[in-house]
């Protein structure tokens, strides 16, 4: 009975911790319309011995979701928002809590992060880690927890899936421009309204 309580106790803490840090890394983080750079991603597969190594490039826009390419190994294009999915295969619905995570996280929206996560942190001087625990039922059958770290932007994700699959991206070379390129348009129009 005490370890419990001693538990719940220190759960609490760590949550009261989080809410009082969030605003700090909130703060330095870089927020603007578009976020763009590069990734090299990791997926490690419990069938496999070897990781999948990816990489590619990603667009993030503030009013219309998220441009995903990939170019190594096997060319790709993922396009995601709020309610919609587009693959090479066509479009699908999207979870809500899905649109809204993935944008959530490329856009350093903490904010929505907290609302579809219990969130536990570490604030540094110069670098931050979340770890987020999905609140979502959905979510929470597919992704056991993901790790954030950052400094002014977001620099690695690390996903644990229920299912004893991971993934790792390390984001590079990001930037912000101030408007997008035909390209990139050309891709969001691409998604349903």
Same mark, same amino acid.
């Given at each position: 009975m005490i370890l419990k309580a001693l538990f719940l106790f220190v759960l609490s803490l760590n949550y009261s911790y989080a809410a009082?840090?969030?605003?700090d890394i909130t703060a330095r983080l870089i927020k603007t319309p578009i976020t763009q750079g590069e990734f090299q991603q990791e997926k490690r597969l419990k069938i496999l011995r070897?990781?999948?190594?990816?990489t590619g490039a990603f667009?993030?826009?503030?009013? #219309?979701?998220? +441009?995903? #390419?990939?170019?190594?190994?096997?060319?790709s294009l993922l396009l995601v928002n709020?309610?919609?999915?587009?693959?090479?295969?066509?479009e699908q619905a999207?979870?809500?809590a899905f649109g809204k995570v993935f944008k959530a996280m490329l856009g350093a929206d903490l #904010?929505?992060?907290?609302?579809?996560?219990?969130i536990t942190d570490e604030d540094k001087k110069s670098a931050w880690t979340?770890?987020?625990?999905? #609140?979502?039922?959905?979510?929470?059958?597919? +992704?056991s927890s993901i790790v954030l770290n950052g400094d002014i932007e977001l620099r690695t994700l690390e996903m644990q899936e229920v299912n004893g699959n991971s993934t790792r991206i390390h984001f590079t070379k990001i930037s912000h421009p101030e408007q997008l390129t035909s390209e990139q348009q050309a891709d969001f129009e691409r998604l349903s309204p």
């Open positions: 009082d840090v969030l605003p070897k990781p999948l190594l990816s667009t993030y826009s503030q009013s #219309k979701g998220v +441009i995903w #390419k990939t170019f190594t190994p096997i060319p709020d309610a919609h999915l587009v693959t090479g295969q066509g999207v979870p809500p #904010k929505q992060l907290r609302d579809g996560f219990v979340l770890q987020l625990t999905a #609140k979502d039922d959905m979510l929470k059958k597919i +992704i």
